[in-house]
């Protein structure tokens, strides 16, 4: 059997962020010529579960939304909010 290679991009348990976190990242067709990202955040802190979303869309066929940009927008926008709900 063969391993599929990482990038570090994958949909995974984020350490350091409340109690519990995740991330997750989905990569969709979106019609005939533009590709769509979402990337989500989901974590609970102060037993409030906050879920965050960040989408891209393309048009182009070939261009494909930056997963990293996202996935750092998504985790920066919730270590904000978790830091503020730990108040």
Do not use: C
Not at 28 to 39: A, Q
Not at 47 to 69: F, K, L, R
């Amino acid at each position: 059997m063969t391993a599929t290679p990482t990038t570090g991009l994958e949909p995974r348990v984020l350490e350091g962020l409340g109690e519990v976190a995740f991330l997750d990242d989905v990569l969709t067709p979106d019609g005939s010529n533009g590709r769509h990202r979402t990337v989500s955040v989901v974590f609970r802190t102060s037993n409030v579960i906050v879920t965050i979303g960040y989408v891209a869309q393309t048009t182009g066929a070939t261009e494909v939304p930056d997963s990293a940009e996202l996935q750092e927008r998504a985790r920066n926008l919730a270590r904000l909010l978790a830091d503020r709900l730990e108040e």
